[in-house]
C-alpha cells in the first residue's frame, strides 16, 4: 500500500496545510508548474517527489521530464503537465494513451480539479486542480489516495479559498 499526495501548478508557493495534509503520504507527486526549484527542494526534503515540468517550468526544473511513466502497487501511471481530460485529450496524449495503457493518468495546467473515470480508455484521469495562489482559480487545491494491490481508493480533496493564502 502507497499513500499518494498529488498536487499541480504551485507556480513557486506551498500553502502551510500542503504539509500537514500529506503528512501520512509516502509520496509527494507534482503535475508541473512547479515555479521554481525552491519549491521543489522543499517538496523533496518532506517526502520522495515525483514530478514532470509545465509550460512556466524553466531550465533549473527541466531535470524533471515533460511526460513520466511508471508502475506502483501493479498501477501503470502516465503523469504530463498538459493533458487535457476524457473526451478533450491534448494534441498527442490520447494516442500516448492508447499506445502505453496508463491504468491512472494525471495531469494539471487547467487549475481546475477534476476527478473523471475514461470508460473508452479504461483509466481513471485525476487532475488535482491548482495548489499555487497564481491563476484565475477561486480555490487551492490537493488531492491525496491510495495505491493498493492495483486498486486506487481513499481518494480525499484539501480545498481552501485561495484568498486565504500567505
Known sequence: MTRIGLLSDTHSYLHPKIFSFFDDCDEIWHAGDIGDI???????SFKPLRAVYGNI????????????????????????HIGGYPGRYAKGVGATIKEIKPKLFISGHSHILKVIN??????LHINPGAAGKS?????ITLVKFIIDN????????????RRSAV
Open 38 to 44: 525552491k519549491t521543489a527542494d522543499k517538496l523533496r
Open 57 to 80: 517550468d524553466g531550465g533549473s526544473l527541466r531535470f524533471f521530464k515533460e511526460t513520466e511513466v511508471f508502475r506502483i502497487e501493479g498501477v501503470k501511471v502516465m503523469m504530463t
Open 118 to 123: 475514461d470508460k473508452k480508455n479504461r483509466l
Open 135 to 139: 491563476g484565475f482559480h477561486n480555490k
Open 150 to 161: 492495483e486498486r486506487i481508493t481513499d481518494l480525499s480533496i484539501f480545498e481552501t479559498d
